[in-house]
């Protein structure tokens, strides 16, 4: 069974500019996670998906951070504009179903670094 | 905000002895996870083990859980250079429809050949 596909791997941008994350999760998998991750700390959730309908962005700062997820498959995570503080690793994550005690299966990441 | 603590935050034994995580956390659990995580890489779920439980073991993984103390051990036994990684700790608590793992800060597990 193919993983959770994410692109691109890595990314150096300046700061004030724009970046797109794209995940594409295990098939059949009804939520997507985005969790930000700085060097040397555990995940931290930015945004759960269950379907295309969103669950939790209640960490996600709203005023540059925007994610989707067309038709319920697909997710993308933008930054707009990106500080330095964003550098981090953006993991995207799907599990089947939401509830109790499933397995998340994250991606290998995307590395921003803001100069 | 990070709901585990690990510790030790980092540890390094020699290959064929035991290796010995701890985490704590702070509000009321469905279940608790442990995942490891390869350097530059993403994470990967090891062993889950729910609040009425309070031991578990997968292979050479032994999970304990004590919901009085709030607080899980993860133990590798008879460890191997290929268990060097970073551990995570992970919990399961909210309502319904918000059940999103958060992630402790993690063990950086060294392991000498």
């Known amino acids: 069974e193919a993983g959770v596909a994410q692109s691109p791997r890595y990314k150096i941008i300046e700061k004030r500019q724009s970046v797109a994350f794209w995940c594409n999760p295990i098939s059949g998998h009804a939520t997507l996670y985005w969790y930000q991750q700085i060097l040397g700390q555990g995940p931290k959730l930015l945004i759960q998906?269950?379907?295309?309908?969103?669950?939790?962005d209640s960490q996600l700062p709203k005023d540059r951070f925007s994610a989707e997820r067309l038709k319920g498959v697909d997710s993308t995570l933008k930054i707009q504009p990106a500080k330095l503080e964003d550098s981090a690793v953006y993991l995207c994550a799907s599990s089947q179903e939401v509830r109790s005690g499933n397995t998340i299966y994250f991606g290998e990441g995307s590395w921003l670094t803001v100069v | 905000s990070q709901q585990g603590e690990e510790d030790p935050q980092a540890l390094s034994i020699q290959e064929g002895e035991n290796a010995t995580m701890n985490c704590s956390y702070k509000t009321s659990i469905n279940n608790l996870q442990w995942y490891r995580q390869n350097s530059g890489r993403g994470l990967v779920h090891l062993i889950l083990i729910r609040s009425n439980e309070r031991e578990k073991h997968s292979g050479r993984l032994r999970v304990t859980l004590d919901t009085s103390k709030k607080s899980s051990s993860l133990l590798i036994t008879a460890s191997r250079a290929a268990d060097t990684a970073s551990y995570f700790c992970?919990?399961?608590?909210?309502?319904?429809?918000?059940?999103?793992?958060?992630f402790g800060s993690g063990t950086r597990l060294q392991v000498q050949p």
């Open positions: 992970a919990t399961d608590g909210g309502r319904l429809g918000r059940r999103a793992l958060t």
């Open positions: 998906f269950q379907n295309n309908g969103v669950v939790d």
